[in-house]
């Protein structure tokens, strides 16, 4: 079984230009979830689907931060534009249910830094 | 929402068990305590978790004190592959939400 993917494993942009980030769950998890680590912070929730729709999004950071999840399926987070403070990795996580014993499975990150 | 204390950093030798300490002393009475581990250019993998009760499982044992308010994570033998960042992690029973600490890295020596 595949675990979680995610495209690109790095990105270098410019402030100010846009990024888009794209997660592949393990088939069959309709659990996504998006975290990420800034420089020197701590791994931080951002939001969470249930198939397509957002369940919470409360750690969403701003307006400039949109994430979504077409079909239940894969989720792509976008970011327009990118300032400074967005550098640093975004990971995206997936579990079949829901629920405090649920193991959430990781993908690698992807490395985002802005210039 | 509640958070975890860590120390910053661990060693430890090859073959002998490692015990990996966590303060939560704000945790609620419904919040789980989960743990994760990194490896260098990995996402965070699961390593445990619980609520009231001790567990073990094949990779490690998680030792909850009778007032929760903290835990140790006990890996009976470590090996050169246990090198890793340990994320002790709360998670409120209400939401998916994994809320991680600063993670104490843990180095083995052979």
Redesign the interface.
């Known amino acids: 079984e595949a675990g979680v993917t995610q495209f690109p494993s790095h990105s270098v942009i410019e402030k100010g230009q846009t990024v888009t980030l794209r997660c592949d769950p393990i088939s069959g998890h309709d659990n996504l979830y998006w975290y990420r680590r800034v420089m020197g912070k701590e791994i931080k929730f951002l939001l969470h689907f249930v198939k397509e729709s957002k369940q919470d999004e409360s750690g969403m950071p701003n307006n400039r931060f949109l994430a979504e999840r077409t079909g239940g399926t894969y989720s792509t987070l976008k970011v327009q534009p990118a300032e400074l403070e967005d550098s640093g990795v975004y990971f995206c996580a997936s579990s079949r249910k829901r629920g405090g014993f649920e193991t959430q499975y990781f993908g690698p990150g992807t490395r985002l830094l802005v210039l | 929402d509640a958070k975890t204390t860590q120390p910053n950093s661990m060693e430890s030798n090859e073959e002998e068990p490692v015990h990996l300490p966590c303060n939560h002393s704000t945790i609620s009475g419904t919040d789980?305590i989960h743990w994760?581990r990194q490896l260098p250019?990995?996402?965070?993998?699961?390593v445990i978790?619980g609520?009231t009760s001790n567990v073990n499982n094949r990779m490690a044992s998680l030792a909850i004190a009778e007032d929760r308010k903290s835990s140790t994570l006990i890996l009976h033998r470590a090996t050169l592959r246990d090198a890793a960042v340990y994320?002790c992690i709360l998670?409120p029973?209400n939401?998916?939400?994994?809320?991680?600490?600063?993670?104490t890295r843990l180095q083995v020596f052979p």
């Open positions: 789980y994760y250019s990995q996402g965070p993998e699961y978790h609520l994320y998670r029973y939401t998916d939400k994994l809320i991680f600490g600063t993670g």
